[in-house]
């Protein structure tokens, strides 16, 4: 190695062994050390060099040591222990890191408290109240996709059902891809899994979220479980509408609760232990998929291609206007309403047109199923009428019309009749009067019929003139005596609303109060039936186009349907089914045109080809009217198709967009967004009711506004004053009077009522609108219908006839048991002077109000259920009043003198 | 379960005591306890009946009405004292709680010192007005006592009293008691009358005479301009009763319960100057046996309803009626003299009624004595009626507040249902349904008879008829 060498290259060090480089080394180092001596006396000339030494010296050293330890490495090689500084060396932090074992142990204190103290998952809201056996998140996806699915079978399928002859021909992919449904049976089976399908997706986009809403039907199932039939039919009970009690066998329709009890025994019979809730819970869906299938049967009976029918069945799934009284956990009558409502159309139509009894027999079955569950039955008691009627003006009476109608009429009356509830009405009532009448009618035809076939023309001419005038007059006049002389109730006052929606207002302010009765908003439409309701009336058009029997049905049912519908919110519901056949029958045309159009190109072909004549033939007559003019390019065609599928698609989205966002939240637990978009949850409904389960006597009473009658009697399982099932208008009256009347008023008949705690509902902090200031306007018409000398509505207004809340509201606003029910204390929460109302944006006045006869209980969280407690009489024989002001201090002022002579006491 | 709860506490209260029914703890409020030297006859009365008398003066700083919200006494006696307030411990919204927590009071009052303002405004807030200025002296001209205040006309002397208006046990008359001649008086020196207001509570037991007045002895010595009451308004001794039955009696003068007065020999100025004994000490033992819960006091041994009907399962006490029922209400009641509970009965002229109500009552019954479940120290009242025909839920009531005896307000709630589907009388039993049921049968046997014929006669021309069907 000479001293020149200069830069060492690594890369030749590693060849040599151990000595040869101690050697370089010591060679370098006495270099380094005669270059440093030069730099001193500054002598040298290659004093950079040092420099390069110094790196060299380095080199050496690295390889020295990674020989060194690659040594020891394999000295150590299969030893036990390494040694530290040769062990793998990760970084601190994870050297020093706990086992993944000892980072998992939890104490036990910890662990109990996670057992107990779990964190609420409020995505699943009601794991409360119940269960659903899916999952949520499946639910979700689920529900978008078997409707896409289905409908892409559908389309898929809809080639087979009207195969020309040469579709068979073109080797179109789509048919290709259909054509393993090409026999009849496999037709059948794929159409057997595709309803199956929709019914799924019925079912799956039901179960959002889950809050079992009316809890009286509820509370009423586990009745009917526990105790039986007989004791449920017998029912009188004594924890609502105190005191006079519910005799509630003979108030309700016990239909639903029938329904899921027999399940329920069913189910156990079969040994699958279920619980009574979780059928309750899911009968609404159940039922819907069942509704859907009905839609595909109606809807076959109006037109041949079954695609429309499934079509049907799958709008009929999933239109918002059904889901809105259908989701899991709606556990009203028109959870099995609808269903029935379409199933004794399908029924009706299928005795109409085989004129056949057995039919018709199974159509009243099924109506007096319907009267068992629902109180709109009556839309299908005149309905059916009127369709009769219809007909017959059309010249349209056959024997197959008077066997079915008569059939349903005698034996559909008398099962309605079975009913409690229902008794006598259909006899009595004027709305029931039609269904009668058309029986009549109808039996007098059917004379006419035999006496035309008897005798001559020419006297029958005489002889139906007289005939028709004297049942005429005697039908009048009969009509009017029973009128007059009460057997026949006048129309009542709900019938009277549906034609003048300004009737109810007026007069029956407990049904104008219910917002379902309100008459429906344009957009309402749009947002319940989406596309479909401007598919609707192609639909109706195109039952006109061919106007058998059945399509003058569909024709009724959707004049009629749609005036209701338009009438009140509610009855919309009616209006759903009718809507998504005629859509249904709109869509499946257009598709048909479109689809099975795709061959007339070849046979256009085929055409010029041969046969011809046989076209010209098969179209003679419309052929001169319209000449072949239309879409036959494939481009146009797909476009057609194309824009059809993308409102279907949109429509899916649609109706699971509305039904996750407006259907689907339960009233009871609100959920607001935070500022940061987080959300947040108000359950404030049932701490409340909570509170009130806890510390409360079992029979304490509680008066509340009737809308939460239901959810007291079910949550908080405390009997209450009044509830949702309004059929005592007075005794609401008498809870309004008392929340409207001053506490002077409202005590006497709280103490008459026994009531032991007062609940308001007061959204002014939180900006909720659904409380009862809101309410309070409705409380008092309602109170004024029975009481107009002391309730008086105008004094609630201000002079100027404004609604106020604030420091200008009139006296008698600020006197009333609500107002001051509402914003005791309120002002406490606010600086002085500052205390406002978020909901109704008004400033407060700065002293509060002061209630004497009663005493706050429970405020919730966010004040939106506050809690009264009606205060006895006091103890000394003091009116509260004073009683309250010597509580705070006051003296009792001397008032002998003031008052005059005193008044001399008589023993 | 709770009469029985009740009995038990009852019971038990009575060996602690054995003498009145709410203990015996008794708290005497002097303003120098050497005062009570003037009482020791009186007080030595009450101690003998079993009370532990403590002695505080308003001042007394460890004096407190109540210990962690539980009462310390049981009742009060209070004398008159000099304090112009009674001090932060008797403070009248104490006082008011006392009664609320069924402490009884016993008030006496002296025209020569006025009255404590925290007295005053409890009474204001019970109905009863003192004089102006706390201070107020009741004289008669014709009923005084010519012995010891013949000048003055301030030591009235009166009969004893006599229930105020029929249909009033007699508690503190010689009517009550034992038989002390006709001779004996009332004498009521110094008092302070008080007005009582018209609340229902109150009761005056012994009013001043026709003749007596009221007057402001400090400020009104030359002339009356401004009389405060006059005549029978003015009560000497008057009782108040609580809706809970606590007591409170306002002894117009104190001066009559010291042993002075308790043997005195007086002198009827209107009876001719004639000579008489007076009944003091035994009103005074009535009038504190009253307050302090030893007389008067009515006790609901137990209540028992059922089904008076033939057949029927005979169930005590059931929850649910149905309309029509015949029912059968018993009560039993006991009322304690001094030192036992005795059978209770109803005063001539008054009534024990059973409301059957439902906001409002649909019967108002008397409830009449029924000796076979009486014994000798409980008496039982019984009524059975129909229950009307209107479902819903009803009370069993029985409000019976009558002065001097302790409040009875029982309430039985019962649901009333309605007929079950199955209890109307069947259709054959009904006469009216006859024809209809005749018109069932004539129905059934025309449209067999009818079948029979169509099916047994056969078709004149058979082809055409079924080619025609066809």
Not at chain 1, 117 to 135: G, M, N, S, W
Not at chain 2, 160 to 166: A, D, E, H
Request: with cysteine.
């Amino acid at each position: 190695m000479s001293k020149s060498s200069g830069k060492v290259k690594a890369g030749q060090l590693w060849s040599k062994n151990k000595d040869e480089l101690t050697k370089q080394l010591a060679e370098l180092k006495t270099e380094l050390s005669q270059l440093r001596i030069q730099k001193i006396v500054s002598s040298g000339t290659k004093l950079t060099k040092i420099h390069d030494i110094r790196k060299s010296i380095a080199r050496v050293l690295t390889v020295i040591n990674a020989k060194q330890r690659a040594q020891l490495r394999l000295f150590y090689k299969n030893k036990k222990y390494l040694p530290l500084d040769l062990r793998a060396k990760q970084t601190r932090a994870i050297r020093r890191r706990l086992s993944p074992e000892d980072a998992s142990r939890v104490l036990e204190k910890t662990k109990k408290r996670q057992t107990h103290f779990p964190q609420r998952k409020f995505a699943v809201k009601p794991v409360i109240f119940c269960c659903c056996f899916l999952p949520l998140q499946l639910q979700q996806s689920f529900g978008l996709l078997p409707g896409v699915s289905a409908f892409r079978l559908q389309t898929g399928e809809r080639q087979h059902h009207h195969p020309s002859p040469q579709a068979t021909m073109s080797a179109d992919p789509l048919q290709t891809l259909a054509s393993v449904g090409k026999g009849k049976s496999t037709r059948g089976v794929l159409r057997v899994i595709i309803l199956a399908l929709i019914a799924g997706a019925a079912i799956a986009s039901r179960l959002f979220s889950v809050i079992l809403d009316p809890w009286f039907n509820f509370r009423a199932t586990k009745y009917l479980v526990a105790n039986g039939f007989y004791n449920f039919w017998d029912w009188f009970d004594d924890r609502t509408w105190h005191p006079l009690g519910r005799v509630t066998g003979g108030t309700l329709y016990p239909g639903l609760m029938v329904t899921s009890g027999v399940i329920y025994h069913a189910l156990r019979a079969l040994r699958i232990p279920v619980d009574i809730r979780n059928i309750c819970v899911l009968l609404a869906p159940a039922f819907s998929g069942l509704t859907a299938i009905a839609a595909y049967l109606l809807t076959n009976e109006m037109t041949p291609s079954s695609s429309a029918g499934l079509l049907a069945a799958l709008f009929m799934g999933i239109a918002p206007g059904y889901i809105s009284r259908s989701v899991a956990g709606s556990y009203d009558n028109e959870a099995i309403a609808i269903f029935l409502l379409v199933f004794t159309f399908y029924l009706w139509i299928k005795a109409l047109k085989q004129g056949s009894m057995l039919w018709g027999a199974l159509c009243a079955l099924s109506y007096g199923y319907m009267v068992a569950s629902w109180g709109g039955y009556a839309f299908i008691t005149c309905l059916l009428p009127l369709h009769a009627f219809v007909l017959i003006c059309m010249g349209r009476y056959s024997t197959r019309l008077y066997v079915a109608y008569t059939t349903w009429y005698a034996l559909g009356t008398l099962a309605s009749m079975q009913i409690p509830f229902v008794g006598f009405l259909p006899v009595k009532t004027s709305e029931h009067m039609p269904a009668l009448g058309i029986f009549g009618f109808l039996q007098l035809l059917a004379f006419l019929d035999y006496v035309r076939s008897a005798i001559p023309s020419r006297q029958f001419q005489t002889f139906l003139w007289v005939f028709a005038g004297a049942t005429f007059g005697i039908g009048l006049l009969g009509l009017v005596i029973a009128t007059s002389a009460g057997f026949i109730a006048p129309w009542s006052g709900r019938f009277y609303s549906l034609w003048d929606t300004g009737y109810a207002k007026i007069h029956i302010p407990i049904i104008a109060s219910v917002s379902e009765h309100q008459p429906t908003a344009w957009p309402a439409f749009f947002f319940d039936l989406n596309m479909l309701i401007w598919l609707f009336p192609v639909g109706v058009y195109l039952c006109f186009q061919e106007l058998a029997d059945e399509h003058v049905f569909i024709v009724v049912y959707a004049l009629f349907g749609s005036y209701f519908a338009g009438v009140m919110v509610r009855l919309m519901l009616t209006l759903t089914p009718v809507v998504c056949i005629a859509a249904a029958i709109a869509v499946s045309t257009l598709l048909d045109t479109y689809l099975s159009t795709k061959s007339p190109k070849p046979e256009e072909t085929l055409a010029t080809e041969g046969s011809e004549g046989k076209k010209a033939a098969k179209s003679s007559l419309k052929s001169t009217s319209k000449p072949v003019v239309g879409v036959y390019g494939l481009w146009e065609k797909s476009m057609m198709v194309g824009a059809l599928g993308v409102y279907l698609l949109l429509f899916v989205l649609h109706c699971t967009w509305v039904t996750s966002n407006a259907y689907s939240s339960p009233s009871v637990v609100l959920a607001s967004r935070l500022p940061d978009g987080s959300q947040h949850i108000i359950d404030d409904y049932r701490e409340a009711y909570q509170w009130l389960r806890q510390n409360t006597r079992e029979d304490a009473k509680i008066m509340s506004w009737w809308d939460y009658g239901y959810q007291i009697g079910g949550m908080a399982d405390r009997p209450t004053l009044v509830d949702n099932n309004t059929w005592n208008n007075t005794h609401i009256a008498t809870v309004g009077k008392a929340m409207s009347s001053s506490e002077e008023v409202s005590y006497p008949i709280m103490r008459q009522h026994e009531v032991d705690y007062v609940l308001v509902v007061f959204g002014g902090l939180l900006g909720y609108s659904g409380d009862d200031i809101n309410k309070f306007l409705w409380m008092v018409r309602i109170a004024e219908g029975i009481w107009p000398d002391e309730v008086n509505e105008r004094s609630f207004f201000t002079s100027r006839g404004e609604y106020r809340v604030d420091g200008e509201a009139s006296e008698t606003m600020k006197n009333s048991l609500m107002y001051k029910m509402s914003y005791y204390n309120y002002n406490n929460l606010f600086p002085p002077g500052q205390a406002v109302d978020r909901m109704r944006q008004a400033r407060l006045p700065e002293v509060g109000p002061s209630l004497s006869t009663l005493e706050e209980a429970f405020t919730s969280e966010n004040w939106i259920i506050r809690i009264y407690k009606v205060k006895d009489l006091d103890n000394l024989g003091r009116d509260h009043m004073s009683a309250a002001a010597f509580d705070r201090g006051h003296k009792k002022k001397k008032a002998t003198k003031k008052k005059g002579p005193r008044a001399l006491r008589v023993e | 379960m709770r009469s029985l709860f009740s009995i038990f506490v009852f019971v038990f209260a009575a060996v602690v005591s054995a003498i009145s029914t709410s203990g015996n703890r008794l708290l005497a409020i002097l303003d120098d306890v050497a005062d009570k030297e003037n009482y020791s006859k009186f007080l030595g009365d009450l101690e003998s009946r079993g009370f532990q008398i403590s002695f505080e003066t308003p001042k007394s700083e460890s004096l407190a009405l109540f210990h962690l919200g539980e009462r310390n006494y049981d009742h009060i006696l209070l004398f008159p004292t000099r304090t112009k307030g009674l001090g932060p411990n008797l403070t009248p919204n104490i006082l008011v709680d006392f009664m609320n927590a069924n402490g009884n009071i016993l008030v006496a009052l002296s025209s020569e010192v006025a009255a404590p303002s925290s007295l005053v405004s409890l009474l204001s807030e019970l109905d009863i007005q003192l004089p102006a200025d706390r201070t107020g002296l009741v004289v008669d001209h014709f009923h005084y006592d010519a012995s010891n205040a013949a000048d003055k006309h301030d030591v009235l002397v009166l009969p004893p009293p006599k229930p105020v208006r029929p249909g009033i046990k007699d508690f503190f008359g010689t009517g009550a008691g034992k038989e002390e001649g006709d001779d004996v008086v009332l004498a009521i020196p110094r008092a302070v009358g008080a007005a009582l207001g018209a609340s229902e509570l109150l009761t005056p037991i012994v009013r001043a005479p026709r003749t007596a007045y009221s007057y402001n002895p400090k400020e009104q010595t030359e002339v009356v301009d401004d009389l405060f009451a006059a005549g029978e308004q003015l009560a000497l001794v008057s009782a108040f009763q609580a809706r809970n039955s606590a007591r409170l009696v306002l002894v117009g003068s104190a001066e009559m319960l010291q042993d002075k007065w308790f043997d005195a020999k007086v002198t009827k100025a209107a009876d001719g100057n004639k000579a008489a004994k007076t009944f003091n000490r035994e009103f005074a033992k009535r009038v504190s046996g009253w307050a302090f819960n030893e007389i008067g006091v009515l006790r609901v041994n137990w209540i028992e309803h059922h089904l008076d009907e033939a057949g029927a399962a005979n169930e005590s006490n059931p929850k649910i009626y149905r309309i029509k029922n015949n029912v059968k209400y018993t009560i039993s009641l006991s009322e304690y003299a001094w030192t036992t509970w005795t059978p209770f009965f109803l005063p001539s002229e008054d009534a024990l009624q059973l409301e059957f109500s439902m906001l409002s009552p649909f019967y108002r019954l008397p409830l009449t004595l029924d000796e076979a479940q009486s014994s000798d120290s409980a008496s039982a009242y019984s009524t059975s009626f129909k229950l009307p025909d209107q479902h819903g839920i009803f009370n069993f009531k029985v409000n019976y507040k009558r002065p001097f005896l302790s409040n009875v307000e029982e309430k039985n709630t019962v649901s009333v249902r309605h007929m079950a589907h199955n209890e109307w009388p069947r259709s054959y039993v009904i006469s009216g349904a006859w024809p209809w049921i005749a018109g069932v049968g004539v129905t059934v046997t025309g449209w067999l008879a009818f079948c029979a014929l169509w099916m047994y006669s056969a078709p004149v021309n058979g082809n055409r008829e079924t080619k025609k069907t066809q």
